[in-house]
T-cell receptor
Framework: TQLLEQSPQFLSIQEGENLTVYCNSS?????LQWYRQEPGEGPVLLVT?????EVKKLKRLTFQFGDARKDSSLHITAAQPGDTGLYLC??????????FGQGTTLQVKP | DAGVTQSPTHLIKTRGQQVTLRCSPK?????VSWYQQALGQGPQFIFQ???????QRGNFPDRFSGHQFPNYSSELNVNALLLGDSALYLC???????????FGPGTRLTVL
């Protein structure tokens, strides 16, 4: 069974601080995705990483895929209150379905 | 271009009842997946429909069933509701040839 473990589960920080969220698995995934979900809405795709060692940047967000394609990280620089939400990593299984981590709830205080 | 829509938004049922949730995929999409998301947790895959057939199924009991219609819309049915079925039910759609998933806002089901 392919599983994804996210850490930390909860994060409460002040505006302007940096943070990193981790997503780890014992299984290899062909690709990993990061989603952000706000209350009352469905997850929205932020990025897909495919190649081991790949780094992608989306404004203040930096995503990295591990060399062995078993782990990924999301780093946010100078967090803002608008970054508040549930961050989810998801791996594409060998049958094509998405397997989600348990999520990281981020609260950024002004 | 309408995204994925789901109805109803909220639903309250009692134990033992049956419920039907509905999903209309994003325009042009032919594949629909359903997920269950407990509060503060990640979504769990229930099943996926393509060409009106269930193609994949997650670790959910037979009380959970679904259907896809010729217009690609889909229904999720849950029989004999349990308290533990209380969750946000998400529908996601994609194009089978280009599998990027778009999620709907979900249906919040409360079982009392």
């Amino acid at each position: 069974t392919q599983l994804l473990e996210q850490s930390p589960q909860f994060l409460s920080i002040q505006e302007g601080e940096n943070l990193t969220v981790y997503c780890n698995s014992s299984s290899v995934f062909s690709s990993l995705q990061w989603y952000r979900q706000e209350p009352g809405e469905g997850p929205v795709l932020l990025v897909t990483v495919v190649t081991g060692g790949e780094v992608k940047k989306l404004k203040r967000l930096t995503f990295q895929f591990g060399d062995a394609r078993k782990d990924s990280s999301l780093h946010i620089t100078a967090a803002q209150p608008g970054d508040t939400g549930l961050y989810l990593c998801a791996g594409r299984s060998n049958t094509g379905k998405l397997i989600f981590g348990q999520g990281t709830t981020l609260q950024v205080k002004p | 271009d309408a995204g994925v829509t789901q109805s109803p938004t909220h639903l309250i049922k009692t134990r033992g009842q049956q419920v039907t949730l509905r999903c209309s995929p994003k325009s042009g999409h032919d594949t629909v997946s359903w997920y269950q998301q407990a509060l503060g947790q990640g979504p769990q895959f229930i099943f996926q429909y393509y060409e009106e057939e269930e193609r994949q199924r997650g670790n959910f009991p037979d009380r959970f069933s679904g259907h896809q219609f010729p217009n690609y819309s889909s229904e999720l049915n849950v029989n004999a509701l349990l308290l533990g079925d209380s969750a946000l039910y998400l529908c996601a759609s994609s194009l089978a040839s280009a599998p990027r998933w778009y999620f709907g806002p979900g249906t919040r089901l409360t079982v009392l």
